[in-house]
């Protein structure tokens, strides 16, 4: 089984995320990221990782998943939100929306991270009534997220994709299915 990871990172989490996985499948895998990915045709699973942008999957991930026919696809992402919100779930399925449903999802991991410093001074000097003003609680989040990923996020993506991994065959087997995230 020949398995490709593209991710799309701007400040490195999502990366470090995709590096984690990547030990995962060792040389039974390339790695690269979303500017510099190949065509999925010549790989039996496609892994796509990406940054939630605006409650859904970055702009370049979003036109890569839409090149993407009749293959196992997992996703993965990061966020500055909590990964068991809402939001979280429906930044996934969003993205999964731009697969076509001659793929299969054979699963999915999100996780927080760090949200760039820049952006929360932006936050900051928005006034109250904004959707993404600086409030005390909106403050905590990030505070949280700045840890993120970290150890404990990269051995849960190792543990689920380990997973995903010993039962590839049996997802596989499937068959083509319409893509759901249920
Ligand atoms: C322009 C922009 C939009 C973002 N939109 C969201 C969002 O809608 N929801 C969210 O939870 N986090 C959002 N974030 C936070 C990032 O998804 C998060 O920090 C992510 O871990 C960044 O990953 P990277 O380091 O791989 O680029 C946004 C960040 C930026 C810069």
Redesign the pocket.
Known sequence: MQTLIV??????????VAEAIYKVFGEKADLLPVEMAPAPTDYDFIIVGF??????A?KKTQEYLKIIQDKPVALF?????YPDSE??AS?LKNAAAFLNSSNQLAGTFIC?????PK?IEQFRNMPGNHPHAATPERMERYKK?AS??DASDLNAAQAVFTDIKNNFDQIARQGKGKVTTS
């Not at 940054?51 to 859904?56: I, N, R």
């Not at 992402?77 to 939100?81: D, H, P, S």
């Not at 927080?112 to 760039?116: L, T, V």
Request: aromatic share 6%; net charge positive; charged share 20%.
């Open positions: 991710y799309s990172s701007l400040t490195g989490n999502t990366k470090k940054w939630v942008d605006k409650g859904t970055d992402a990061t966020l500055g939100a939001h979280a930044s927080q991270g760090k949200i760039d952006l997220a993120h990923p």
